[in-house]
């Protein structure tokens, strides 16, 4: 994700306190109602949100500002992200991440939501469509870019596998024996493994190269056959009982594949330096009073 989406997910972030700890806060309390004491003294409602605001207020505003300009022009220009086009998208991002667990661990892991990333995407669709047009991306650009990140486009040798993952020795041979019995893998999954990010998708890990996995879980998994399933094997996470799923051969880095993601991800570079000086631009076609100055 861009760095333009990074800055706006602060921003969103900040907003929210505000609202959450600022205006809701306004219903519930009274105008010097006590929210915290400090040694006996009282922190009223006011105090915390003079000092929100004090600290990012501002910022907050100018967010809001520049919220407002993207979706005058985008109505003026025309340009509408539709919820396909943005579902789409979060396909895209859940590819990139591995699958459906990868994506979801991801928000966790950030402290955000599928409904935050969603408008934030939005977001960024709709100014990168507003300032795409005015974007150029060059050949020479392109192959430059291209030559300083070759290591980026190459692709290492890859397999798809499954995991059921035990506490013990004992359970994992029981586990093996019922594969060996004609158990099904995915359902012995779910039942046996205490692996909570993929069991419920039968212990699918997606593709991966080597040196993502522990080295005694990847010299085993990198060894099998597709469709092969490996003895139990110890690491300190507990004893795996592997599956291979599929192999992928290494790839080196070739341009003519790698042309379009190389130009993609100039234009994003562009549109994240030149987001800024498109702001201040528009910003003299409208009749904007802002009266909360930076402190």
Known sequence: MS?????????????????????????????????AKFNGQAISKDDLYSEMVEQYGAATVDKIIGDKIV??????QKVN????ILNKEVEKLKASYGGEEAFKQALESNNTTLAFLKQDLKNYLTIKQ????????????MKTYFDENKDSFAEAEQIKASHILVADEKTANEVKQKLNDGG???ELAKN??????????????GYFAKGTMVTEFEDVAFGLAVDQVSKPVKTE??????????????????????????????????IDSEYSTWLENKKKSYDIENTLEEV
Do not use: C, R
């Open 3 to 35: 760095l333009l989406m990074q800055n706006k997910k602060t921003f969103l972030v900040i907003l929210v306190l505000l609202i959450t700890m600022g205006i809701s806060l306004s219903f519930a309390l009274k105008k010097d109602e006590t929210v």
């Open 71 to 76: 979706a005058a022009e985008a109505k003026k």
């Open 81 to 84: 992200i539709t919820n396909s």
């Open 130 to 141: 507003l300032l795409e047009p005015q974007i150029e991306i060059t050949e020479e650009e």
């Open 184 to 186: 099904d893998f995915a």
């Open 192 to 205: 046996y493994s205490t692996d909570d990010s993929t069991k419920d998708s039968g212990g699918d890990l």
């Open 237 to 270: 996470y507990g004893y795996h009982i592997i599956k291979v799923g599929a192999k992928k051969k290494a790839k080196e880095a070739n341009y003519n594949d790698s042309k379009e993601e190389i130009k993609e991800t100039l234009v994003d570079q562009k």
